[in-house]
């Protein structure tokens, strides 16, 4: 018995041990990728926005307003610097910023991918609906064959019941001779 509670202790203080190493462990890596992120950050080379590569003229500002709420439906950046929206984009759109392009480069490219998505978005609108339509022709095929599976499953029950009553109808037949040759000789027998 004493060592039935040993061993119980023991494997509960490694199960208890490999809990709070796990633990460790994953805060680590979150600080870690945390701070990686953060150096990298600021490690990188300073930008600064120069009025010639993005001018309000183009309606820039705007255009990356009607990105973003295509993208983002539920928030607003207009607040942010144009530089963080256009990264901000990039890295939705292509999974990394690319600062080593001007940003009025870096908007056309945004421009372009963001053309291809809306263009996919109505091809893929299009498919949809034309799948929805296939569907509603299977789902509509569906239910004629099971209204006519319906239909075949009563005749053969009406068939099995004709059957049934004709068997009913041909056994009393056979019978009935028998029964009344049998109650006439009773009747010669009284």
């Known amino acids: 018995m004493r060592f039935f509670w040993t061993k119980f202790n023991i494997n509960k203080g490694i199960k208890l041990l490999n809990f709070f190493f796990m633990l460790v462990l994953f805060i680590f ?3 870690y990728t945390e701070a990686e992120m953060i150096s990298e950050y600021r490690t990188s080379r300073q930008r600064e926005i120069n009025a010639h590569d993005i001018s309000r003229a183009d309606n820039s500002d705007h255009k990356l307003t009607y990105y973003e709420k295509r993208l983002y439906p539920q928030q607003d950046f207009s607040s942010d610097s144009i530089l963080m929206r256009i990264e901000r984009l990039e890295i939705a759109l292509f999974g990394r910023i690319s600062d080593e392009e001007l940003l009025n480069e870096r908007v056309l490219k945004i421009e372009s991918e963001m053309a291809l998505l ?12 034309n799948e929805q339509r296939g569907k509603i022709k299977e789902l509509k095929q ?9 239909l075949k499953r009563e005749r053969e029950m009406i068939r099995e019941a004709n059957l049934k009553r004709e068997n009913r109808r041909r056994n009393y037949s ?17």
């Open 174 to 190: 056979m019978i009935n001779p028998l029964i009344q040759g049998a109650s006439q000789r009773l009747l010669r027998m009284i």
């Open 142 to 150: 569906e239910k004629e064959m099971m209204r006519e599976n319906k």
């Open 118 to 129: 809306e263009l996919n978005s109505s091809k893929r609108t299009a498919q949809l609906e």
């Open 29 to 31: 890596l979150k600080n």
